[in-house]
């Protein structure tokens, strides 16, 4: 019996990937009681040391020990990324929801509007919005955010465009359903799949931004670090000491990876045809249920 | 004879293709519907018929014409005032299987449904054991996903979530073309059924004439968008008038070898429904064809005997 539920949703790649995002997931929220070291402590007759037990990820040019500072920069990089995802996807996705449904006035303008802002590179957008906003770790949230938005409105948008033309979509009109209903209840659970896909793939990209305008300073402020302004710093001390570069570039790689592992999962079992054999002992409890209550 | 329940008047709906021409999906059509009774729509792909229906159901908006229900006119109401009509109207789609949102288990749609039109949960479960019973399938397809169930099952779900509302009146678009011969004969039965036992008036929108001959009371030929043969069904079969239907009878299979003979087929394709000019739609295939009449002057749809209306010049 517990093999079939091991079929559905819980494969393989899944269970890794959980794995993995569990453990940076905790990682991100504890880290900063686990790490050995203050992150922030310099300590100058310590630079540049390889891995040792005293310092498991070795320390960077002022001394500080990497692995409390990887520990520390978790929680940031991963809080950020999910924030700018989360408030891209509550703008983006209702806004993309209602242009491809009604394709009217409302879907022209703010086309035409995300058409204009994709004219600039994402990074030099993001750091446009930061100077109006003023730099700062929320700030450069909101801004990669906004960069964010059209780009999650317009995959929305395109999918509502192939859903709505479909029979169900038409079979709901006839039933008299309002526009409302068609939207958020048949065809918004329809684009979901391709909408998760994108924003745990959008997390990677919003790990990247921030990391970027943490870099030219915009984002997170020193002493503060998440793994890109880690990973910036260790650009600098690349020939030297090649590992402040590579830890934080390995961690981005490997969330990044799991991420895309759960979302090809994830988007699996949402697809009722590409799901092995589902849920058999869900439905064998509710039609006994059923049976019960109409025996 | 019974009341009409359905008066469509001089319906048209063009798509435009270009600035300056429209497709002529449905052009001038007038008929009326009776009650109690099934009215067949048959024709081409692209003759317009699957246009009517979605007409009466108000999905698609109409550029001129009227269409009355029950003396009540319907197609210019908004969505709001079609409401209460939708709950006397109902569809039955082509696809059983596109026709059901693939998120949705079976029940909840069912449920959705009468949640939507405040219908209380002890009668809707009474509603949906009954439609069940009705309709032959076990209870536990409602906890199934629509790609779980096959096209007859579904097709049958479709027509009983269409009765869920106990309507008056269903547009059958093409309901049994997707399904196979011996499943189109279990859902022809179950509509023959559903119209004796709950007095259904049917819309059954075919290009099959073998579907159309066993199910309906009167029918109706289509052709580029006009109706150009119109009568009771026996009247239609055994003395045809217009060449098409004419045409489209003797190219429908004979099932026994012996009874097979040369027949007349019609050449060439359906033409393009774009901006069709003057004279009778049919005159470029039609080998009865009269140079200067029929191809310069539009034929009426008249009344010939007694319920058999023809749009020809010269019918047989």
Redesign the interface.
């Known amino acids: 019996m517990k093999k079939k539920k091991m079929g559905t949703l819980f494969t393989p790649p899944m269970m890794i990937s959980a794995i993995i995002l569990a453990v940076i997931l905790l990682i991100s929220i504890f880290g900063t009681l686990l790490a050995p070291y203050d992150p922030e402590a310099i300590d100058l007759a310590n630079t540049y040391k390889k891995f040792s037990p005293d310092h498991w990820f070795g320390t960077d040019a002022m001394g500080r020990d990497m692995f409390s500072r990887m520990l520390c920069g978790a929680h940031t990089t991963i809080l950020n990324a999910v924030l700018v995802v989360l408030f891209a996807d509550f703008i983006g996705v209702p806004l993309g929801l209602m242009c491809g449904y009604k394709e009217g006035l409302l879907d022209k303008i703010v086309m035409r509007i995300w058409d204009i802002l994709a004219a600039f590179p994402p990074l030099i957008l993001a750091m446009v919005f930061v100077a109006i906003f003023g730099k700062g770790e929320l700030n450069a949230v909101l801004a990669t955010g906004i960069v964010f938005i059209p780009m999650i409105s317009r995959l929305t948008r395109s999918s509502v465009l192939s859903e709505k033309t479909?029979?169900?979509v038409?079979?709901?009109?006839?039933?008299?359903?309002?526009?409302r209903?068609i939207i958020f209840?048949?065809i918004f659970?329809?684009v979901?799949p391709t909408l998760m896909a994108e924003f745990t793939l959008d997390i990677g990209y919003a790990i990247i931004s921030l990391a970027s305008l943490s870099y030219m300073g915009l984002g997170v402020q020193s002493p503060k670090s998440d793994w890109g302004s880690i990973l910036q710093s260790g650009m600098a001390l690349l020939f030297k000491s090649p590992t402040v570069a590579l830890i934080p570039g390995i961690a981005i790689v490997i969330t990044v990876v799991a991420l895309n592992l759960l979302t090809d999962s994830i988007q699996m079992y949402?697809d009722?045809?590409q799901r092995r054999l589902?849920h058999i002992m869900k439905?064998k409890k509710?039609?006994a249920k059923?049976?019960e209550k109409?025996a | 004879m019974s009341k009409k329940i359905l008066d469509v008047k001089h319906l048209k709906k063009y798509y435009p293709v270009s600035k300056k021409s429209f497709l002529h999906a449905v052009d001038d059509v007038s008929f009326s519907i009776f009650q109690g009774e099934i009215f067949g729509i048959v024709g081409e792909s692209g003759s317009g018929k699957s246009t009517i229906g979605?007409s009466i159901?108000n999905?698609i908006a109409i550029d001129k014409g009227e269409i009355y229900w029950d003396g009540t006119r319907i197609d210019s109401l908004d969505?709001k005032g079609?409401?209460e009509f939708?709950?006397k109207m109902?569809?039955v789609?082509?696809?059983p299987l596109?026709?059901?949102?693939?998120?949705?288990y079976i029940g909840s749609a069912f449920s959705?449904?009468c949640k939507?039109?405040k219908i209380s949960r002890h009668e809707m479960?009474e509603k949906i054991?009954k439609l069940l019973e009705l309709i032959n399938l076990p209870?536990?397809v409602?906890?199934?996903?629509p790609?779980?169930l096959s096209g007859g099952q579904l097709q049958r779900l479709?027509i009983a979530?269409s009765l869920l509302l106990e309507p008056d009146f269903i547009v059958a678009d093409e309901p049994v073309s997707a399904l196979d011969v011996s499943v189109q004969a279990q859902i022809l039965n179950l509509i023959l059924d559903l119209r004796d036992k709950m007095g259904l008036t049917i819309l059954f929108i075919s290009h099959d004439l073998n579907v159309v001959e066993r199910i309906c009371d009167r029918v109706a030929v289509m052709y580029l968008g006009v109706i150009v043969e119109m009568a009771k069904k026996e009247q239609l079969f055994s003395h045809t008038m217009h060449p098409y239907t004419h045409a489209l009878i003797e190219v429908n299979p004979i099932e026994h070898p012996s009874l097979r003979k040369d027949r007349e087929i019609i050449a060439g394709d359906i033409p393009s429904a774009v901006d069709v000019g003057e004279g009778c739609r049919f005159a470029g295939r039609c080998q009865y064809c009269k140079k200067g009449l029929c191809d310069c002057v539009t034929p009426e749809l008249i009344e010939v005997e007694s319920g058999h209306w023809v749009a020809c010049h010269c019918p047989f």
Do not use: W
């Open positions: 479909k029979t169900y038409e079979t709901a009109k006839s039933l008299g359903y309002t526009e209903k209840r048949h659970p329809n979901v949402l009722p045809v589902p439905y509710r039609e059923h049976n109409y | 979605r159901l999905l969505a079609m409401l939708r709950k109902q569809m789609f082509q696809n596109a026709s059901f949102n693939p998120k949705q959705e449904l939507f039109y479960n054991i209870a536990d409602l906890t199934r996903m790609s779980q479709s979530r």
